[in-house]
């Protein structure tokens, strides 16, 4: 049961950054590997705030803003100097890469031993409960900012921007504002992420980043094709609960013996399959008919 429960926690933890992800992949439609960089940037600002003597709270606010900044930088190349999605992330992924050993001072740095938000929960709980608690307000508090800012004729404007941005620029909205936004949302979300997986793990590593993306995308792409996209809100449920189950296929193979080095490589697998059903499926329809 302490395996479902942890498993569900980290999965909730998790959700955060697949959100974050959903913004910019199916939102915005931009493949924005800026994130890969985000995450360990709000690992880092988040352990040396918690190392300096402050709150665990604050640490993640400074670690969201700092995700927002990121966000904006690849936002700017992007959409004013007109250098690719996929190009201006990685320039900014490069970049934190630099930035992040400059916030920490080295490659790793711990705060074990040190109050994190998880504490306050820890003096009447398991430490499995407090991460599924907290876990859980900040997926939730998250989901709810979403579901009622993309709501907001604001909100709607970046939504369309994704889906015909020549119809939404006919409509006099500036494109260059939405998108710039929705990246500072999407990155922000994703040094959430960083922030409460450092202080869970009790420490932030320069290299933590490594895949995040793959990770984020297994999540999302899991939950559409498990849970639907019938409408906004199940969409992003979907996210949710798709970054739990993905967890939870993780915790399975771990728990059959499969190797841990292997575990980027069975993602890469999950990923492929799940952008292939929809094709999967339309061939077997097709081959169905003509029987």
């Not at 049961?1 to 942890?6: F, N």
């Not at 992003?236 to 980027?264: E, H, T």
Request: aromatic residues 8%; proline residues 2%.
């Amino acid at each position: 049961m302490e395996l479902v429960l942890s498993t569900v926690a980290q999965g909730l933890l998790w959700a955060v950054l697949a959100i974050g992800l959903f913004i910019t992949f199916r939102i915005l439609d931009v493949a924005d590997l800026t994130i890969e960089g985000t995450y360990p940037l709000g690992a880092a600002i988040a352990v040396m705030t918690i190392s300096g003597g402050q709150s665990p709270l604050l640490a993640i606010c400074f670690a969201f803003l700092g995700g927002c900044v990121a966000g904006a930088v690849t936002g700017f190349l992007h959409t004013k100097l007109k250098i690719p999605a996929l190009l201006a992330g990685i320039l900014t992924m490069i970049g934190l890469y630099s930035v992040n050993l400059r916030i920490m001072g080295k490659a790793t740095v711990s705060i074990l031993g040190q109050n994190t938000v998880y504490s306050f929960f820890e003096e009447s709980m398991t430490k499995v409960m407090a991460t599924f608690t907290v876990g859980l307000i900040v997926t939730v508090l998250v989901w709810f900012f979403c579901y009622i800012f993309f709501g907001t004729e604001l909100g709607a404007a970046i939504r369309a921007t994704g889906d015909n941005p020549q119809m939404i620029r006919a409509q006099g909205i500036n494109t260059d504002v939405t998108i710039i936004l929705g990246l500072i949302l999407s990155n922000g979300f994703v040094a959430i992420t960083g922030a409460l997986l450092a202080q869970s793990n009790g420490y932030a590593d320069v290299g933590m980043g490594t895949g995040t993306i793959v990770t984020g995308l297994a999540s999302v792409i899991i939950g559409e094709v498990i849970f639907g996209t019938r409408s906004f809100k199940n969409w992003l449920i979907s996210v949710v609960l798709g970054s739990i189950v993905y967890r939870g296929v993780v915790a399975f193979v771990l728990w059959l013996g499969m190797n841990p080095n292997d575990l980027k490589l069975l993602t890469a697998i999950i990923v492929a399959v799940a952008l292939a059903l929809p094709l999967l499926k339309s061939r077997v329809q097709k081959l169905r008919a003509k029987v």
